[in-house]
């Protein structure tokens, strides 16, 4: 079935510092990923659309220039939180179609963040 | 942003006991999907309801698509310690691509 693998699973920086998650479709091409955060004990917020070859769709209250979003090619898209804050600390998880009739979304297996 | 309301929040049941929750909203969907999502890990999809007034089953999870098009309810049948974990529901309306996801109902089984 489709995979998509996100990496790395859990990460701890420094404030100030930027951070780099990156999701794949292992067996799949997907034109379009999802980026969700979700803080503890709390139901996974959309924040934004990654679109293939061009820029990303933004939920309403999400700041694009902090949550940098690349989606290069079809297997690949990446959230990189710059200038980290302890408030950003979350679980990151990402979620990409894998076809035209495919039902629903196929999940990352997430990305803890821990801003320190 | 917009989220569905599913009920209850979170249950403690007895290992065999079976299990409710359902998730509602104001407005309509076309789709409603149900996912179970164990510490630290992404959601998996366990069911997916695309009718109103269907009832789809997956082993002893069967889920219903309410006829308003405004909810939908998952039951576990004869709960085991596995089923432990967050349930959400989505719900995707026409004319998007875009799934909002429910508040979540943590179950916990007691052996």
């Known amino acids: 079935g489709a995979v998509v693998s996100q990496h790395p699973s859990w990460v701890i920086c420094k404030s100030g510092t930027s951070v780099k998650i990156e999701c794949r479709s292992l067996?799949?091409?997907?034109?379009?990923m999802f980026w969700y955060r979700q803080f503890p004990k709390q139901s996974l917020m959309l924040m934004a659309t990654s679109n293939e070859g061009s820029k990303a769709t933004y939920e309403q209250g999400v700041e694009k220039d902090k949550f940098l979003i690349n989606h290069a090619s079809l297997t690949l898209s990446t959230l990189t939180v710059t200038s980290a804050h302890p408030e950003d600390s979350s679980f990151y998880i990402c979620?990409?179609?894998?076809?035209?009739?495919?039902?629903?979304?196929?999940f990352g297996s997430g990305t803890r963040l821990t801003i320190v | 942003g917009q989220q569905l309301n599913q009920s209850p929040q979170s249950m403690f049941i007895q290992e065999g006991e079976d299990v409710s929750m359902n998730c509602t909203s104001s407005s309509i969907f076309n789709t409603w999907l149900w996912y179970k999502q164990d510490p630290g890990e992404g959601p998996v999809l366990l069911i997916a309801?695309?009718?109103?007034?269907e009832l789809t089953s997956n082993g002893r999870l069967t889920a219903q698509f309410g006829i308003t098009r405004k909810d939908s309810f998952l039951n576990i049948s004869a709960s085991i310690p596995s089923d432990v974990g967050i349930y959400f529901c989505a719900g995707q309306q026409t004319g998007t691509y875009k799934y909002i996801f429910g508040t979540g109902t943590r179950l916990k089984v007691l052996a």
């Open positions: 309801l695309y009718k109103a007034g």
């Open positions: 979620s990409a179609r894998s076809g035209e009739g495919a039902v629903g979304y196929t």
């Open positions: 067996d799949f091409q997907a034109t379009t």
